[in-house]
């Protein structure tokens, strides 16, 4: 089972992406830092003053799974962690969050379950909930379907945003861990469930948790663990692991020359992800596409200072592995499957 299969095909959003930056770019004006495949939005607000910063997503096709399980709010507060650690890999603090409720026919219970869970992950992160939008649109959503998206506001400390200008060849890869599949590749898991037979209330094989436990595993925020380690210079770039997985993510904060060796047996892979795998028989490269395969966000930092991060981060609560190392080379990622 590949994740095409499912109905994603991270390829063809990729070249739908590149179609239209062109039409994006020619919206900005002086005040925009440009960056290249940046997880926000950073400009200059006002013009020559403080940096903010701004991105936009979506909970996706886990609310389906959490809707089943009676969940939805905390699907929905996910959508706020998402989107904190989208900021947080810029050097930005969340600042404010609107967000986007839409169904066929707006079910009161279910609107008010997705915001008690976004205004309590916002109160969590540090963000308002500035406002948002509940819209009933009878012939774009199907009946019983809920929808939520935000955007999330954040400032930044200092002159500059962290962009990954600062890696450079030597540097280490520390991965911390994940608590599930996040809030990406659902549309494939829940083909993966759908194909096993089993139920959310079953046992996960070879892992004891329930599987709609496991599935619907919290999306974390990793700021409290790593604001003190960006304000004390440890960290040179972060990659929030989205879609697109360990590789995609890590790509896009590498400069030009650098490379990244990514070695797959730094870390346990959770019995959630080896299910999967096995269940829906998931070819590695697309496992590694769709998933983030328990690593959450990785920490690019200077040789001197990994050992001193990895302490910190363990003492902040983190699990946290040192997972590969940067090189220089052709721009990318490559997986390295043993020692």
């Given amino acids: 089972m590949r994740y095409r299969d499912a109905g994603v095909d991270i390829a063809r959003a990729d070249a739908i992406k590149q179609s239209i930056a062109e039409a994006v770019r020619s919206t900005w004006g002086t005040a925009v830092r440009p960056?290249?495949?940046?997880?926000?939005?950073?400009?200059?607000?006002?013009?020559?003053?403080?940096?903010?910063?701004?991105?936009?997503?979506?909970?996706?096709?886990?609310?389906?799974?959490?809707?089943?399980?009676?969940?939805?709010?905390?699907?929905?507060a996910d959508l706020v962690y998402h989107g904190a650690n989208d900021?947080?890999?810029?050097?930005?603090?969340?600042?404010?969050?609107?967000?986007?409720?839409?169904?066929?026919?707006?079910?009161?219970?279910?609107?008010?379950?997705?915001?008690?869970?976004?205004?309590r992950a916002c109160r969590e992160v540090g963000a308002a909930l500035l406002g948002g939008e509940t819209a009933e649109?009878?012939?774009?959503?199907?009946?019983?379907?809920?929808?939520?998206?935000?955007?999330?506001?954040?400032?930044?400390?200092?002159?500059?945003?962290?962009?990954?200008?600062?890696?450079?060849?030597?540097?280490?890869?520390v991965g911390l861990a994940s608590s599930g599949l996040h809030t990406n590749g659902y549309s494939l898991a829940r083909r993966v469930l759908a194909k096993s037979g089993f139920a959310l209330g079953d046992p996960l094989p070879g892992g004891g948790a329930r599987i709609g436990d496991a599935l619907l595993g919290p999306h974390r925020w990793y700021g409290p663990a790593l604001l003190p380690a960006l304000e004390a210079g440890r960290v040179r770039a972060l990659a929030h692991v989205?879609?697109?997985?360990?590789?995609?993510?890590?790509?896009?904060?590498?400069?030009?020359?650098?490379?990244?060796?990514?070695?797959a047996s730094r870390w346990p892979l959770p019995p959630l992800f080896r299910w999967l795998i096995a269940a829906g028989e998931i070819p590695l490269e697309d496992a590694r596409k769709a998933f983030n395969l328990g690593i959450g966000m990785i920490a690019?930092?200077?040789?001197?200072?990994?050992?001193?991060?990895?302490?910190?981060?363990?003492?902040?609560?983190?699990?946290?592995?040192e997972i590969g190392v940067v090189e220089s080379g052709e721009h990318g990622v490559e997986w390295v499957d043993s020692p």
């Fill in 35 to 76: 960056l290249e495949r940046g997880f926000a939005g950073v400009m200059e607000w006002p013009a020559g003053s403080r940096l903010v910063a701004a991105t936009m997503d979506g909970v996706g096709t886990k609310l389906h799974l959490a809707q089943a399980a009676g969940r939805v709010a905390d699907a929905a």
């Fill in 137 to 173: 649109m009878p012939d774009t959503y199907r009946p019983g379907v809920v929808d939520v998206a935000g955007c999330m506001l954040g400032v930044i400390a200092g002159a500059r945003a962290l962009d990954g200008s600062a890696v450079r060849a030597g540097d280490r890869l």
């Fill in 87 to 119: 900021l947080l890999v810029h050097g930005a603090r969340p600042l404010a969050f609107l967000d986007y409720i839409a169904q066929s026919e707006l079910d009161p219970e279910t609107v008010l379950a997705a915001i008690e869970g976004l205004s």
């Fill in 242 to 263: 989205t879609g697109g997985g360990i590789a995609g993510n890590l790509e896009r904060v590498l400069p030009a020359g650098a490379r990244a060796r990514v070695e």
């Fill in 300 to 321: 690019v930092t200077a040789p001197a200072d990994t050992a001193a991060l990895v302490r910190e981060l363990s003492r902040a609560g983190e699990t946290c592995f």
